[in-house]
């Protein structure tokens, strides 16, 4: 009788994050910076209609990279808990650090039970109200892992390498002009060829905005606040 096959669980997880890793490499990288008046998020994204960067509530944007279907899926299902939370309780009981657990549980459960884990990344940043309004920006991994970031953010296949681009350019009260150039040309540093305003998907968490805080910046003002900046 044949002996069954064997694989402990070491290995096993350790060819699971190996396989989701190489899937998100694949993948374009996202940017996100705290600017003067909130938070910036930058993606190279030459669609105008898969976006990567979206609203999930009044002061909360999600971001993600890696297999589209798959962060599609999870910022779906943040809508809801964010709705259905708001909606039973109260709207300022829908936070970002919430959201973040509850997609780290279910990235953790995926990467331990299920034989594929999700190949994505993803980010949940909130606006803080106010001028001394505090920022928050989680980065959850493909295994659940959890990581709360200050100041700026990156991820994707190139994410080190900008994250030490970021290190050595980064500076506190960043006016918009300046935060959106400075993200364009992080990603700009990986790539072969400059980035355009075609080649950009951009959007702000303004704490000066009233109530709903998400606003994307289109082609023709992300143009401008480039000219600018140079």
Request: hydrophobic fraction near 40%; proline fraction near 3%; charged fraction near 30%.
């Amino acid at each position: 009788m044949p002996l069954p096959y064997y694989v402990s669980p070491e290995q096993m997880m350790k060819d699971k994050a190996e396989y989701a890793r190489k899937g998100i490499a694949r993948g374009r990288s996202i940017v996100t910076l705290e600017y003067a008046d909130g938070i910036l998020l930058v993606a190279e994204n030459p669609s105008t209609l898969l976006h990567k960067i979206s609203e999930i509530y009044d002061k909360i944007a999600f971001a993600g990279v890696g297999k589209y279907n798959e962060f599609e899926n999870l910022r779906i299902a943040g809508i809801r808990h964010a709705d259905v939370k708001g909606y039973s309780y109260s709207r300022g009981d829908v936070t970002a650090k919430a959201l973040a657990n509850a997609y780290s549980q279910a990235l953790g459960n995926i990467f331990t039970q299920d034989i594929k884990p999700f190949e994505v990344e993803v980010l949940v940043a909130e606006v803080g109200e106010g001028d001394g309004g505090k920022n928050e920006i989680y980065h959850i991994l493909y295994d659940g892992t959890i990581e709360d970031e200050r100041d700026y953010a990156a991820m994707g296949g190139q994410a080190e390498e900008i994250r030490r681009f970021l290190k050595d350019h980064y500076r506190e009260g960043l006016s918009l002009a300046d935060a959106v150039q400075l993200g364009v040309r992080a990603l700009t540093m990986t790539q072969n060829k400059p980035l355009s305003e075609r080649d950009l998907e951009v959007a702000v968490l303004d704490r000066t905005k009233a109530r709903r805080k998400f606003r994307r910046i289109p082609m023709e003002a992300l143009g401008q606040l480039l000219g600018t900046a140079r």
